[in-house]
């Protein structure tokens, strides 16, 4: 899909459900508030209706406010969630997966910023019980769709990270699919193969999940990647807003 300053990737199953766009890198989304107009713009709300998170690769959950923002200070969170169509989600990510749920039943959506850390954490299983507890979602109207992010061909970690997912309790056989092993070689973490397989245990539909299955770090030239750019790497957005103005009481 072509927006005014590039293309953006949509997920045209999740665009049946929810207005949604992943930016790539025609745009850098640093300081240019230009850039941010646009983007508010093209995903059909006021700029102080986007809803930013000052992400800290945890494991929060928060609900977005609705109406004006000037009281809204973006909370250390990495997941946000809503019902509401006057109010778009953003997260930001250059390498970590952005992760956008949307409820077809209810109308409710999510945006969830899942690097290594926040996988390890379990974050997009939290967003869906926080739907569920919010709106009464089921996880099985829910549909994902998990953006450009680090590929396993990219995903080079030490065996602290392999580590520190054993210690989060994830078992055996998950940190064997996960971690991809070549003999003589450091691990190389499935970013999207973790967070797939975390929301189908969590109740989505195999078929509900959809994979972008594009690498930034693979390339740069379409995408932004802090492995490939280092600190001065831009962002790119990933946004979702519902599409409902009424929110059945569950
Ligand atoms: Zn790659």
């Known amino acids: 899909m072509q927006a005014p300053w590039g293309a953006v990737l949509v997920c045209r199953p999740l665009q049946s459900y929810a207005e949604h766009f992943f930016t790539a890198a025609s745009v850098v989304l640093r300081e240019s508030q230009d850039e941010w107009n646009g983007l508010a713009a093209f995903a059909g709300v006021p700029r102080d209706r986007l809803r930013l998170?000052?992400?800290?690769?945890?494991?929060?959950?928060?609900?977005?406010?609705v109406g004006d923002d000037?009281?809204?200070?973006?909370p250390a969170a990495d997941g946000i969630l809503t019902a509401d169509p006057s109010v778009a989600l953003v997260v930001r990510v250059a390498d970590c997966a952005p992760v956008l749920l949307a409820d077809r039943r209810t109308g409710a959506v999510a945006a969830v910023h899942a690097g290594w850390r926040s996988t390890m954490q379990?974050?997009?299983p939290a967003a869906v019980e926080r739907l569920a507890a919010e709106w009464g979602s089921k996880p099985a109207d829910l549909m994902a769709a998990i953006g450009p992010s680090l590929g396993t061909c990219c995903g080079e970690m030490g065996e602290e990270v392999v580590d520190a997912f054993r210690s989060a309790g994830h078992d055996r056989a998950a940190l064997d699919r996960w971690f991809i092993r070549a003999p003589g070689k450091r691990p190389y973490f499935d970013?999207?193969?973790?967070?797939?397989?975390?929301?189908?245990?969590?109740?989505?539909?195999?078929?509900?999940?959809?994979?972008?299955?594009?690498?930034?770090?693979?390339?740069?030239e379409i995408f932004h990647s802090y492995r490939a750019a280092g600190a001065g790497a831009g962002r790119m957005a990933a946004v979702i807003r519902s599409r409902r103005r009424r929110v059945p009481v569950a």
């Not at 000037?70 to 973006?74: L, P």
């Not at 999207?192 to 693979?218: F, I």
């Open 70 to 74: 000037s009281m809204w200070i973006r």
């Open 191 to 220: 970013l999207w193969r973790a967070n797939r397989e975390q929301l189908e245990d969590a109740g989505v539909a195999a078929d509900a999940v959809h994979v972008a299955g594009l690498c930034t770090r693979t390339h740069p």
């Open 53 to 65: 998170l000052n992400q800290v690769h945890g494991r929060s959950i928060v609900k977005a406010p």
């Open 122 to 124: 379990r974050i997009v």
